[in-house]
């Protein structure tokens, strides 16, 4: 295929590095605003050639992978509407789903498929600098299918993904994949800034740090060109997820305050059950 | 030196692996209830020889690593006492440290130094099948002084925890101390076992994870049987830091529903800044 890589930022250039370690038979291209990544890209033989607008390259390409920030995404597969092959493969990068599927299809010529798709290998740094082909490997790989797909675009894009190295591809609703994205990603963003930002700064706390800390902040190196965009689209599912959260929060705090060893030691039994279906682990092995 | 560890369990067994493998000048003896434990680690040759009771090896010893749960050390130390070599060093490696100190203090005969200590390598898993001398490799360790000790004593330990592998050995104060960790390590597990226990069971979360709830949930395979007393022993801390966290929590949430790009931006900005700072990472060099 001849794929097109719209956007060649981490997670285009990380696309492009799996491509050609484990998918060479495929001719990457990349559209990029920034002409000088591309260069070095087309110098390092990452790309075979890039382009800074659509109209040469789009009309002969087989897939193309939009990698950019949701809030381009809608007025970039506006332009390149026009360019589109008959037949091409669209897909997406983009975290969320209702939103961006709603005002993409519209946009979309009847003979193209816009299979939306989100592979949960983000990486907290930026740029093609940072790019890498390993990260996907052995990285869960979601599609969120609309009538309108073929079965046969999503089975290709399926193959696809797991050739350059996810593992786990499933294939569920828009609305699934927000609620759970909402739990599993946004809530985990949200809670790790809370905690950073609730440092006393005079204390200097990175003296005194094991790997619980360092664990459950690693995500605080967020991108807030992407993240606030990424929150209010999922809106209703992150409160309520935030929500369940304090619950937890409160209840342990509550049992905190009275003493109540009890209350603690059910909730502390509770998440190590749940630690161990996480991992799929035999709590049994485990004294 | 005659080194007995009393406690044969996860950290006591790191200590003996670490002690045999990185200061194999010392002898290493241990105390446990445990006598098949103690015959595996003879006949493995992790220690010269273990004992069931404390009347024969601690009239020997020139350093005991109390190395058990809270609620025990205190009864342990009494036990000990009427034994103790004079001159003997003596340290623990409980994770919270004023109510412990306030309780031991009074027990100890003048002719021995109770340097109080808390190596921040915790494992999660439990028991001496899970030990190991290659998790002090680089790991922190807390000293907490008293008036009493002796700073020749301070000194050889802090040697000693470096030599078997730790990295940053700060001596502080008790009640910083439990500050501190209260911050870095108890929050970090009140809201670990809170996000995983508000997840919802029936949505089969872990086919869809990123590594951000894996990292963020990594310390939910907790110990019932510990943390609960070191909760509420740190009670004070403990609440005021969850207090700080929550108020973070509400800042963020709020934005969120008033889909306040900015104030997320900046709280964002803020993280990274944190982040880079924790890493001791030149935040410049990161587009």
Do not use: C
Not at 41 to 60: F, H, N, Q, R
Not at 96 to 118: A, M, Q, T, W, Y
Not at 152 to 164: P, W
């Amino acid at each position: 295929m001849k794929i097109v890589i719209a956007g060649l930022g981490n997670i285009g250039g990380s696309f492009a590095l799996a491509i050609k370690t484990y998918a060479p038979e495929h001719e990457i291209y990349a559209i990029d605003i920034d002409a000088e990544s591309l260069r070095d890209a087309e110098e390092s033989g990452l790309i075979t050639k890039g382009y800074e607008t659509p109209e040469e390259i789009i009309p002969e390409a087989d897939l193309i992978i939009f990698s950019v920030y949701p809030m381009i995404l809608k007025s970039l597969v506006a332009s390149y509407a026009p360019y589109f092959k008959e037949g091409a493969i669209l897909t997406d990068v983009t975290g969320i789903k209702r939103s961006i599927i709603e005002e993409i299809e519209p946009l979309l010529p009847d003979n193209v498929d816009f299979v939306f798709g989100h592979p949960m290998a983000g990486r907290e740094n930026r740029g093609l600098a940072f790019a890498s082909g390993e990260v996907f490997q052995g990285a869960n790989y979601l599609f969120t299918p609309i009538p309108r797909n073929s079965e046969g675009n999503i089975k290709l894009l399926t193959d696809f993904v797991r050739k350059i190295g996810f593992k786990n591809i499933s294939s569920i609703s828009p609305d699934f994949h927000d609620e759970v994205i909402g739990f599993t990603s946004q809530l985990a963003h949200v809670i790790a800034v809370s905690l950073i930002n609730s440092d006393d700064n005079d204390r200097n706390t990175k003296a005194y740090t094991g790997d619980s800390y360092r664990d459950l902040t690693r995500i605080t190196n967020i991108n807030e060109k992407l993240w606030p965009e990424l929150f209010i689209m999922n809106k209703d599912h992150l409160l309520s997820h935030i929500e369940g959260f304090k619950g937890q929060l409160d209840q342990l705090t509550k049992a905190i305050e009275n003493e109540d060893i009890e209350t603690m030691q059910k909730m502390m039994i509770e998440s190590r059950h749940r630690y161990h279906d996480l991992h799929n682990l035999d709590e049994s092995l485990w004294k």
